[in-house]
């Protein structure tokens, strides 16, 4: 590919959570217009299967983003301008009073601190570099509650804030940082919020989720806006979702 087709040529991305869904068509997405990327989770197999379909143009880690040390680790000798802090997820939709305190510690380590391990690891090259780009996966969980989301929804909207915070604390680095904050999305996700495929099917019954492609091909539009241009908030919704709480459903 030529250059002006290849707008991200000599540039090197990592990417959390690219063992599925979003992540991983990140990676596609991000590779396809010539970004060596490194993806990272901890099935070190499917990222193996994903490094394998995109050839030279990709390297693994596996790496679980509550571990402070392994994700610095990450960083120590590589130099990444391109970050994309995706990794996360929901347990159970109980209510607070029957919450499941081990899922709650789980989705705060994975979704705020995870994100937190990353960002602080990721700062010092950017600083150094004066520019590249902190993608933050937020969703539309972080702007709006709804039954059952609770600390899923706590977690989301501390994603906003690191963001919010990041632009105030690094305004003048020349680092872009964009969250990308998303309504439904058919991926893993919800298989892994509610433990059974039937379950996790019914989610998207009668109403067109958007793909992890479409959340992908957004993040690939921020970061190839000429350097002066920073996209930083991006509210994607399915066309049937009008909030988080109304979906339309053909059945
Ligand atoms: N799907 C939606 O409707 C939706 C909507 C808005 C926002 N989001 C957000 O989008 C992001 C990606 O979700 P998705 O929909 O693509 O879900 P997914 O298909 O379940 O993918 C989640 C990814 O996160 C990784 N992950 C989970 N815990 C991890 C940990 N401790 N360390 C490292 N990696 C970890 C998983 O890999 P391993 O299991 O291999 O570690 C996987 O690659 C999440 O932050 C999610 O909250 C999703």
């Known amino acids: 590919m030529s250059s002006s087709s290849s707008p991200l040529t000599s540039r090197r991305a990592l990417i959390t959570g690219a063992s599925a869904g979003i992540g991983a068509a990140t990676a596609r997405a991000l590779a396809e217009r010539g970004a060596h990327v490194t993806l990272t989770a901890r099935r070190a197999e499917r990222l193996e299967a994903l490094a394998a379909e995109l ?3 990709a390297s693994i880690a596996t790496v679980d983003v509550r571990d402070a040390s392994a994700v610095a680790h990450l960083f120590a000798d590589q130099d990444f301008d391109i970050v994309v802090a995706n990794a996360g997820l929901g347990l ?7 919450g499941d305190t081990d899922d709650w510690s789980t989705m705060i380590d994975t979704n705020v601190k995870g994100v937190l391990h990353t960002v602080r690891a990721a700062l010092p090259a950017l600083r150094a570099r004066r520019g590249g780009d902190l993608v933050l996966l937020g969703s539309v969980a972080g702007r ?3 039954p059952g989301g609770n600390v ?3 977690t989301k909207h501390a994603v906003k804030a690191i963001y919010d915070a990041l632009r105030l604390d690094e305004v003048g680095s020349g680092i872009r940082f964009t969250t990308v904050d998303p309504g439904m999305v058919e991926s893993e996700f919800s298989l892994v919020r ?3 495929q ?4 019914a989610v998207y019954d ?3 989720p958007l793909r992890p492609e479409d959340v992908a091909d957004a993040i690939a539009f921020a970061v190839t806006r000429p350097p002066h241009v920073n996209i930083g908030e991006i509210v994607l919704w399915p066309t049937d979702q009008a909030s988080t709480r109304d979906v339309h459903r053909t059945n």
């Open 144 to 146: 709006q509650v709804y």
């Open 92 to 98: 159970g939709v109980a209510p607070l009073h029957s």
């Open 198 to 201: 039937a379950a996790a099917d």
């Open 206 to 208: 009668g109403m067109t």
């Open 194 to 196: 509610l433990g059974d």
């Open 55 to 57: 050839g030279g143009n």
């Open 152 to 154: 899923y929804n706590a």
